[in-house]
């Protein structure tokens, strides 16, 4: 029963802004970590941050200090913030549910940003 749906991704502009949404279905219990992974045109699927049942968080140094993931617990979501936006952000973005060692996948949400 558990699904990962994203929202929230769309066209930009250089150094704007855009926070996309995962709501997770299904009853989620002690999970290790959510996250959101990206996969550019012509390359390989890469990480890009993860929290931990914790809080604790992790970023790929690509975007240290421009995204920030979040959680909200109650509504079993995790949040990406992305901030000053480049061209190289663009890629579609996957949200990960890891829970047991297994990793559930949501569809993906396309982010372009124009220079």
């Known amino acids: 029963q558990v699904q990962l749906v994203e929202s929230g991704g769309g066209l930009v502009q250089a150094g704007g802004s855009l926070r996309l949404s995962c709501a997770a279905s299904g009853s989620i219990f002690r999970f290790n970590a959510m996250g959101w992974y990206r996969q550019a045109p012509g390359k390989q699927r890469e990480f890009v941050a993860t929290i931990y049942s914790g809080g604790s968080t992790n970023y790929a140094e690509s975007v240290k200090g421009r995204f920030t993931i979040s959680r909200d617990n109650a509504k079993n979501t995790v949040y990406l913030q992305m901030n000053s936006l480049k061209p190289e952000d663009t890629a579609v973005y996957y949200c990960?549910?890891?829970?047991?060692?297994?990793?559930?996948w949501g569809r993906g949400t396309q982010v372009t940003v124009s220079s």
């Open positions: 990960n549910l890891r829970v047991s060692g297994i990793d559930y």
